[in-house]
């Protein structure tokens, strides 16, 4: 717990802010409280086309109006997002789920708060960041997982050996090749499609 | 409670929350004294634009809660909305909901663990990086690496012993423990804490311990045969009020790091003192409490003169850039920030319970509350100092 907070203290001395909101009291109020912290903050309005790509945290008003969702919406590799609104109504509400914001902040802004959604913003993009490159790990892990059985059955009925065999022989052309054994199995699974397609030998 | 005689119409009131009675009495009574000083000053000088300063106080015993009633009743029943207050976080805390949303001035003396803006609050006392920063380099240099951290448990104690730790194992020390007492901490506690020390012979304690339960806490630490003078107890609250009490003799050769001791030598300081027994006795101690809040309620009447109004907007606007002669030198409220440029120094308890001042900053430091250009394990001490 503690170094967690002392980097996530630490970090935030060199984040660089973008702050999008109108140039009056409550944004330059936002402004100070993110300079006090020792974050690098500039402020831009209106909403710019693109997102600058030297940026790794967005304050975002939340508009009301018929106003184009913003550009700041939170994606994969994006910056961190902090959504600012000052209505809780229906229509804010379902904009602000759909930005995929990691924190928000509310008006009238106060100095008071914003450290601490920043900070669980913060830690809450990096969290899912590693969630998702879990998730995508795991993903691959599991059609790996899939492919090398599949190669397995295919030695099996071509050599005529046990399971466990052509698993080894796998592994020992994967260190051989100094290839994965998952894409040792996909050129298995592949040459067996080419040569079922040729005639050469049965379909499995 | 209501003191002073003159219609509110020709005076400038201001609200006073010290605690003169309960736990932190000894410190909260030395703040009274010194906002007291202050402004009998500027009124026998002829008040500020030919007003005087009208005084509305009251005694919150030390209780936040109490502290936050009483806050609420000075800026709703009495009409006032600047308030000169509060010794501790949890007050700080308790009052601030109040003033915010009454749009009052609070002004807090106090030396407190960082991490805050209020831009209704005026911070006159030190930020973390005006004390502990160069007391642990201080501390690892001169007294060894071994450190055990105490506190009462509160915010203030928790966050500055987990900066101290920080700070200690940047210059390569150790905390050997961290453990908690209450705020009204029981003998038997402190003796079990006193025990501890001594099993784990730290080379120096850090203590956040603060009110009665320090006061207990030292005096045990002596009885036990613990021996300041090669295990001494360092903290940011212990000053020459509580030092009487709990005895100068059992104090001599603890280490506390602040940006006031009574025994400075500069003309500011010498004419405060001065001032200060004339009104109070000669026996009474001098501290940074009562030098902390004397100073904050003369930038108070510097503000109030030039923006003429005790509008919070206004007077906040006046505030921000001001400096004072104050009884610790050239002290200047941070414009960015609200805190103040102070200067830090640590300081020795001597026999007869004023202090040493082993070492002191060149100039006023900037006030940096949430430590955001302080790096940890930055040089402070000269290259003169020995280590230890």
């Given at each position: 717990m503690k170094p967690g907070i002392r980097r996530l203290i630490e970090e935030l001395r060199g984040a660089r802010v973008l702050v999008v909101h109108p140039r009056d009291a409550e944004g330059d109020a936002l402004l100070d409280q993110l300079k006090r912290i020792g974050c690098n903050v500039r402020g831009i309005w209106?909403?710019?086309?693109?997102?600058?790509?030297?940026?790794?945290?967005v304050f975002h008003l939340v508009e009301t109006s018929e106003t184009p969702a913003f550009v700041a919406s939170a994606s994969e590799g994006g910056p961190t997002f902090v959504a600012i609104v000052d209505y809780e109504n229906p229509t804010v509400l379902r904009r602000l789920l759909d930005s995929n914001a990691h924190g928000v902040i509310n008006k009238p802004i106060r100095p008071f708060g914003i450290l601490s959604s920043l900070v669980l913003a913060r830690s809450m993009h990096g969290y899912t960041r590693r969630l998702e490159s879990k998730v995508q790990k795991l993903e691959e892990t599991l059609k790996a997982r899939r492919d090398v059985d599949k190669a397995v059955k295919i030695l099996v009925t071509l050599k005529k050996i046990g399971e466990a065999e052509a698993y080894e022989l796998i592994r020992s052309q994967a260190t051989q090749k100094r290839l994965s054994m998952a894409q040792i199995a996909a050129t298995i699974i592949g040459a067996q499609d080419v040569m079922a397609g040729l005639g050469l030998i049965d379909d499995l | 409670m209501v003191s002073g005689t003159a219609s509110s119409s020709d005076t400038w009131r201001v609200g006073v929350l010290f605690s003169?009675?309960?736990?932190t009495a000894v410190t909260e009574t030395e703040h009274f004294l010194g906002t007291a000083l202050a402004i009998q000053e500027i009124n026998q000088a002829g008040g500020i634009l030919g007003r005087e300063i009208e005084v509305v106080a009251y005694d919150p015993e030390s209780d936040p809660a109490i502290y936050r009633r009483l806050a609420d009743r000075l800026l709703t029943?009495?009409?006032?909305?600047v308030i000169f207050g509060g010794s501790s976080s949890a007050q700080r805390k308790a009052v601030l909901p109040a003033i915010e949303r009454r749009n009052g001035l609070l002004w807090y003396p106090s030396l407190y663990e960082g991490f805050e803006y209020s831009p209704n609050v005026i911070y006159t006392g030190a930020s973390p990086n005006q004390t502990s920063f160069p007391l642990a380099e201080y501390l690892v240099r001169n007294h060894g690496r071994r450190v055990f951290l105490v506190g009462s448990d509160y915010i203030y104690p928790r966050e500055s012993n987990r900066i101290m730790r920080d700070l200690v194992e940047s210059y390569g020390g150790k905390i050997v423990d961290e453990v908690y007492v209450p705020m009204a901490a029981p003998e038997s506690r402190l003796r079990e804490i006193v025990a501890r020390v001594k099993d784990l012979a730290p080379d120096v304690v850090f203590s956040t311990v603060v009110g009665r339960s320090a006061q207990a806490f030292y005096r045990l630490y002596r009885e036990a045969g613990l021996d300041p003078a090669s295990m001494p107890i360092a903290s940011l609250t212990m000053a020459e009020g509580e030092v009487r009490e709990i005895g100068a003799a059992l104090c001599e050769g603890h280490i506390t790091a602040a940006t006031y001791f009574g025994s400075l030598q500069g003309p500011s300081n010498r004419r405060f003192a001065e001032n200060f027994h004339r009104a109070f006795g000669p026996d009474t101690p001098i501290s940074m409490w009562s030098a902390g809040a004397y100073a904050q309620v003369h930038l108070f009447a510097l503000a109030l003169e030039r923006?003429?109004?005790?509008?919070t907007q206004r007077l906040v606007e006046a505030a921000l850039g001001l400096s004072f002669e104050a009884p610790e030198g050239a002290i200047q409220i941070d414009p960015d920030n609200n805190h103040t440029w102070l200067t830090p120094r640590i300081g020795r308890v001597r026999r007869d319970g004023s202090?040493?001042?082993?070492w002191e900053a060149k100039a006023a430091v900037k006030p940096d509350p949430y430590l955001a250009v302080s790096p940890l394990g930055a040089r402070w001490i000269g290259e003169e100092v020995s280590v230890a």
């Open positions: 209106p909403p710019p086309v693109e997102l600058p790509n030297d940026v790794d945290t | 003169r009675t309960g736990l029943d009495d009409g006032i909305s923006a003429g109004t005790l509008d202090f040493d001042v082993v």
